[in-house]
C-alpha cells in the first residue's frame, strides 16, 4: 500500500474520475457554470428526443479537439442517455445544457489506438445484461436498475457522473448498448469499450479479459458516504477480487484500487500544491488559497493557461494486490491518480496524454511491485462479510449479486 498518494486536483467524483482515465480536467468544451470554468451551453446531441428522452438513440462520434474550459464538480456526460432520464441518478432528469462534452484525449482512446483490448465496467451500466443471457433491457431499466445498501435503503446503481469515457465522444457509448457478444468484450464493436461490471465477469470466465479494465462498483457499493457504507465497500472489493484470485489468469493480473475523491473520508495530511491555480472556483479552502505563482499553473499545448486545476488534493488510500505486489511493504513515493495513466502507459508502451495532463510529471507506482522475486505471492482470500481470511471454497460459494 501507499502512504503518499492523493488526488490529481481537488474536487469531487467526476474530476477524480478524469484523473485516473486522461490525467486531465482540461479540455472540456461546454458545461454549466456550476461544474466548468469558461463555460458555454452544450448542444444536444444528435438523436436525443428531448421531448421523450426513452426514445433517443444518441450518437457520439470521433474524437473532438480539446475544449478551452476545466471541470471541477459534478455535471453528467453529455453523451449518455441516462443524463436525460428522471429514473437515472440525479432524478429530475437533466438537460443538454446541464451536461458537460470533453474533447482531448484519455487512455481508453490510446489503448483503442495500439489495438490494446480494454473496457470500463460499471454496475448498473446495462442492468447486469450479458449477450447471450436474456433480454437486453430497454432504456429506461438500463437507468434504474438497484439495490438497498447495507442500512437498507435502495440507490440506483448507475451513476453517469461516475463514467469518465462518457464524456468523450471518442469513448462514449451513449445508449448503453451491450457487446455483441462476450468474445467482442474488450474490443470495439457498438458498445465501444463501456460495459456493465457482469460483462467483465462473463469475459473473464470465458477467459478473454481485457489487457486494461476499469471496474466501479455499483453506488450502494461504492463507499461514497451519504448513501453507501465501508461494509458495502468491504463487500463489493472482497467478492470482486476473490473471483480474480480464482481465475487462471491471476498469475498475470494487477489490481490498483483507488478512489475518485475523498468522498467525505477526509484524511489530515494535506498534499502540496504541485499545480496552482488562481481562480474563486478551485476547492481548496478559499479564494486565492491555490498559490499565486502563475510559472505553477500547468498550460496546454499552445501555451495557455489550464486554470482550475488546483492541486494535489487530498490524500486517498491507493494500494495494489498482485502475484507480483511487494510483500509486508509501504510505499511512500509520491503518486497521484494520473499515476494510474502513467503505469499504463509504462506498460503498454503508450505516449504520454499530452496537452498540459499530469501523467507525464506523476510519481510512479513500479516501487509497489517486486517483479524480481524468486516466488509469487499466494492468492488471499477474505470473508466479504467480516474481512477475515478465508478458504477458496467459502469465499467463491455464492455468487456475488452485483456481477
Known sequence: MSDNSYGTTYGPSTPGAMNVTAAQTYGAICGPTSATINESTCPAPAGLNTTNPAKSHITAGPAKPAGPGTTYSDADPTYDICSYLPSADGGDGGTPAGTITMGGNNIGAELTKSNTTWGWFEGGFDDGFVPGQGTPPSTAQICSENH???????????????????????TA???????????????????NHQYDIADFFAAAKAGNLPAVSYLKAPKYQDGHAGYSDPLDEQTWLADTINQLEALPTWK?????????????????VLGPLTTQSQTS?????????????????????????????????????????????????????????????????YNWHLPAMGNGAADNAAGSILSMFNFGAKSANPPLFL????????????????EPTSF
Open 148 to 170: 438497498a445498501n447495507v442500512g437498507g435503503a435502495t440507490q440506483n446503481d448507475y451513476s453517469p457522473h461516475h463514467e469518465p469515457f462518457e464524456y468523450y465522444a471518442s
Open 173 to 191: 457509448n451513449p445508449m448503453h448498448k451491450p457487446p455483441t457478444s462476450v468474445a467482442m468484450v474488450g474490443h470495439t464493436d457498438q458498445a
Open 252 to 268: 498475470s493480473t494487477a489490481v490498483l484500487i483507488t478512489w475518485d475523491d475523498s468522498d467525505g473520508w477526509y484524511d489530515h
Open 281 to 345: 472556483l478551485d476547492a481548496l479552502t478559499g479564494t486565492g488559497q491555490c498559490g499565486a505563482s502563475a510559472s505553477q499553473v500547468p498550460v496546454n499545448s499552445t501555451g495557455q493557461p489550464e486554470q482550475g486545476r488546483c492541486g494535489v488534493g487530498p490524500r486517498l488510500p491507493f494500494l495494489v494486490i498482485s502475484p507480483f505486489a511487494r510483500s509486508n511493504w509501504v510505499d511512500n513515493t509520491f503518486t497521484d491518480q494520473s499515476s494510474v495513466v502513467k503505469f499504463i502507459e
Open 383 to 398: 470473508n466479504p462479510a467480516t474481512g477475515e481470511r478465508t478458504s477458496k471454497a467459502a469465499a467463491l460459494r455464492a
